[in-house]
């Protein structure tokens, strides 16, 4: 499986900082593969809308987020903007945030 995330928004965004970051779960110790694997499932990210969450108008500061997830042939993109209100959607979006120093 195949992971992009992107980053966009919020307080102190800086555009040359958040580059979109790739995770290859071959190249992961396999119980951390097996955890994204898990969290990818329980979000039901395939099943998802292309858009999840929007500010409130007016708004400000707020993150928004792109996964494109290529797995077994698929491939899905959502674009998700905080708040956001489903938790396993939340822990996935977590996840990839603690991933994304160490991806390029």
């Excluded at 195949?2 to 928004?9: A, I, K, L, P, S």
């Excluded at 290859?24 to 097996?34: F, R």
């Excluded at 928004?64 to 396993?88: F, L, R, S």
Aim: charged share 20%; hydrophobic share 35%; net charge negative.
């Amino acid at each position: 499986m195949q992971v992009q995330f992107h980053m966009e928004g919020g307080i102190a965004y800086f555009p040359g900082l958040n580059k979109p970051g790739t995770i290859d779960s071959d190249q992961l110790p396999e119980q951390e593969a097996d955890e994204l694997k898990r969290l990818v499932n329980a979000a039901h990210f395939f099943a998802l809308p292309a858009v999840v969450g929007s500010p409130a108008p007016g708004a400000a500061d707020y993150r928004q987020y792109t996964i494109t997830i290529e797995d077994a042939g698929k491939q899905h993109t959502v674009q998700v903007t905080d708040p956001i209100e489903d938790p396993n959607l939340q822990a996935l979006v977590t996840n990839l945030k603690t991933r994304r120093p160490a991806t390029s």
